[in-house]
């Protein structure tokens, strides 16, 4: 694309120099590592380090133009755009270079503290059974055309996010359906997005290390909604699908002029699950809907996944997909990677790997394996470094409070001690008087799995909390190759050998 075509649109420019009118942007980019011959290179101002300082090493590898904040003393010869704001500007130059791919597809973002990864493969399931091509992106991975690929945070930045749904249209993808984190709403990392739906799962504490309150938190989470455009199209109907039980649900309504879908178990609801029956095999209930009522068998387990299962329905129902089409879909779902998921060698008892990494995803999961069984419950967990550190006493106090034999240990660490993180999580079980023979600390996460799962015996169950589906660990600079659910098949696998 032509530059001079490219900021047309952007409202408050200044130039070093006439652009030639000629000059052609073969690429965008944000990471002077990556710029090709051709590109236009977006200096932003980082956290930790300033774009505008790699702007020469762009150049010398062929970068043509840059977006700045302030000129820079460089190659004459290179345009440079002078914005007030590049990462704003970013977000309109990046949906303009690859054709404004959200118009071409029907886009769907999941938003909310819990249940976003285990709720966006719910919906592409669905979809993918009614015959739609889906891409995703998410947690664990991004999927574009069938392919799956890595993904360097929940929701990518706004060029990578562009690049990516460019290549999913290409493919004749018809719905993306994306998480969307708190981080990236913030960060204006979705900017540029045409959101079809919105659907909130939950809020509960998580992240204050970076949005400093509980109310900065649910108003990066509103941002989505209010996001979503103004105009009633009949052809792409906006809605957004509201988890009616949690307040926040209230603030969101407002936010957004979508059409509202609600769902929920405690409150009356458009979508909602009512005689809930759990067992260690599944979970059964009655899916009461605006569209009909049907019995439900899952094969996930918990409370937490019903509530899943409903956020799901309610978005495709609005999609006009058919309820028993949803049903059929639900209960083929065996599990996601790392939510719940069992570790089975044929042991007398359950080994139970989770994602749990805040307060409430951990009081829920924790609750849920009480009902499963009249064993003892063991529970592995830590908290990251570098982040929120007001809940690592919580997370102490709620695995002290369920479980019979607590196990604290590192999550990934990243450049804090491991042990005073640690520490930040024994002084929860000080303060509220929790008995010293009901806990140990064991720095190295390994050697607190064996342990763990040393101690059980038939009919109990161990949960290995807080990292679930990831295959590293990240200590100072370094990420270590180590996977929670491996690492019980090992230690299950050295008892059964003795």
């Not at 071409?104 to 009614?130: S, Y």
């Not at 949690?246 to 769902?263: G, K, M, N, R, W």
């Not at 998921?341 to 994602?355: A, C, L, N, R, T």
């Not at 069984?373 to 006493?393: E, F, M």
Request: charged share 25%; hydrophobic share 40%; net charge negative.
């Amino acid at each position: 694309m032509q530059l001079k075509q490219l900021i047309e649109s952007v409202l408050i420019r200044e130039l070093n120099r006439p652009i030639p009118a000629d000059l052609e942007i073969k690429g965008v980019e944000v990471d002077s590592r990556q710029v090709g011959e051709g590109d236009l290179f977006i200096c932003l101002p980082g956290f930790t380090v300033d774009g505008h300082d790699f702007a020469r090493d762009a150049v010398d590898k062929g970068a043509v133009a840059l977006l700045v904040e302030r000129f820079l003393d460089l190659d004459p010869e290179v345009v440079q755009i002078r914005v007030p704001d590049t990462r704003r500007t970013m977000a309109v130059l990046a949906d303009l270079f690859y054709g404004q791919p959200t118009h071409h597809l029907k886009l769907i973002g999941v938003t909310g503290t819990n249940g976003k990864t285990t709720t966006t493969h719910l919906i592409e399931k669905i979809l993918q059974d009614a015959g739609y091509q889906t891409g995703l992106i998410g947690t664990m991975y991004m999927k574009i055309n069938g392919r799956q690929e890595e993904v360097k945070n929940t929701t990518p930045d706004v060029v990578e996010l562009q690049r990516a749904f460019k290549r999913m249209v290409d493919g004749g993808t018809d719905y993306a359906v994306m998480e969307v984190s708190s981080h990236a709403l913030e960060l204006g990392r979705v900017r540029g997005c045409d959101f079809h739906a919105a659907l909130f799962t939950n809020l509960t504490q998580d992240h204050l290390d970076f949005h400093g309150t509980m109310d900065k938190y649910r108003y990066a989470k509103s941002l989505l909604f209010s996001q979503m455009g103004n105009r009633y199209d009949r052809d792409d109907m906006k809605h957004a699908t509201l988890n009616v039980d949690d307040p926040a649900s209230l603030e969101y309504a407002v936010a957004t002029s979508a059409q509202v879908i609600t769902y929920g178990i405690d409150r009356p609801a458009d979508v909602r699950a009512v005689e809930i029956e759990m067992s260690g095999k599944g979970t059964r209930f009655v899916l009461d809907t605006f569209k009909g009522s049907r019995k439900v068998s899952l094969q996930l387990i918990g409370k937490f996944s019903v509530y899943n299962a409903l956020a799901a329905t309610a978005v495709c129902l609005a999609e006009g997909i058919d309820l028993d089409t949803i049903v059929h879909s639900l209960e083929e779902v065996k599990g996601v990677s790392g939510r719940f998921e069992k570790v089975d060698e044929g042991q007398g008892f359950s080994v139970i790997v989770d994602y749990a990494h805040t307060p409430d995803s951990l009081e829920n999961v924790l609750q849920t394996v009480r009902e499963l069984t009249d064993g003892h419950v063991y529970c592995v967990v830590g908290c990251g470094g570098d982040r929120d550190r007001a809940k690592r006493p919580l997370m102490a106090q709620i695995a002290a409070r369920y479980s019979d034999r607590v196990v604290i240990t590192s999550d990934n660490p990243r450049s804090e001690d491991p042990e005073a993180i640690i520490q930040d999580m024994v002084q929860g079980l000080v303060e509220n008087r929790v008995s010293e023979e009901a806990y140990q600390t064991i720095v190295d996460r390994r050697k607190a799995i064996f342990k763990a799962v040393e101690q059980a015996k038939p009919g109990d169950i161990v949960l290995i909390a807080g990292k679930g589906h990831e295959t590293y660990q990240i200590i100072k600079d370094q990420v270590l190759p180590f996977d929670d659910r491996e690492v019980a098949r090992e230690a299950i696998w050295s008892i059964e050998s003795k």
